[in-house]
């Protein structure tokens, strides 16, 4: 069983519409989740971040914590052909580190048409 | 305001050929790492290090080493490479806070080819 999963792709919404992306992870001691967009082509870049259980709003991107099911979800509002790419989920290692490893899901294609 | 710097952008070798991956920040990160992106396979982690003068192994690190410079640099080489090697590579930093590790933030990545 991979450590982190994504939902599996790829996702296509029409422009305007809510796209949900999701992601489990296996490590119940977790406690620092990130979500990543990444253009084709180009590097993954920060767009959430999330500790605590519950929601966290960013302009039209929403992540969702719930760490009792391990599961973690990324909500974009209104949705535009530029948010088209692969969004990446990635989890912080727990056991006491403190170096901030990450895991990362193997990526959901996002495709919004106009 | 740079970020993270990788070079070179691109590059092809023949197997066998040896090669140093340059990645600088400037972003006083103490933590950098090196990545590596498949088709399908998502980032998968080949070294890091946690703060100046220490490296350690990712999920991926045979057929690579790592040397961290200093706090600003951190080097990926290739001693003699394979055309398993062939793949995007990504270097990583991150600061501290009382949360932990800060997010990582990207380089724009070399894309390797080995022949």
């Known amino acids: 069983q991979k450590e982190v999963e994504q939902n599996s792709g790829p996702l296509s919404v029409p422009e305007g519409a809510i796209a949900s992306l999701n992601c489990t992870y296996s490590d119940r001691g977790s406690q620092s989740f990130f979500w990543y967009r990444q253009y084709s082509g180009k590097s993954p870049e920060l767009i959430m971040f999330i500790y605590s259980n519950g929601d966290k709003e960013d302009g039209r991107f929403t992540a969702q914590l719930n760490k009792a099911s391990q599961y973690v979800s990324l909500l974009i509002r209104d949705s535009q052909p530029s948010d088209s790419a692969t969004y990446l989920c990635?989890?912080?290692?727990?056991?006491?580190?403190?170096?901030?490893?990450?895991?990362f899901g193997q990526g959901t294609i996002l495709t919004v048409h106009p | 305001n740079a970020g993270v710097t990788q070079t070179p952008k691109f590059q092809v070798l023949k197997t066998g050929q040896s090669m140093t991956l340059q990645c600088a920040q400037d972003?006083?990160?103490?933590?950098m790492y090196w990545y590596r992106q498949d088709p399908g396979m998502g980032l998968r982690l080949i070294y890091y290090s946690a703060s100046e003068g220490t490296t350690d192994k990712g999920e991926v690190p045979n057929g690579y080493n790592v040397s961290r410079l200093n706090k600003r640099e951190f080097s990926l080489r290739l001693e003699s490479a394979a055309p398993s090697q062939t793949s995007v590579y990504f270097c990583?930093?991150?600061?501290?806070?009382?949360?932990?590790?800060?997010?990582?933030?990207f380089g724009d990545g070399t894309r390797l080819s080995i022949l």
């Open positions: 972003m006083n990160h103490n933590s």
């Open positions: 990635a989890v912080k290692n727990a056991g006491g580190t403190s170096y901030g490893k990450l895991t």
């Open positions: 990583a930093s991150s600061g501290f806070s009382d949360r932990g590790n800060q997010p990582q933030h």
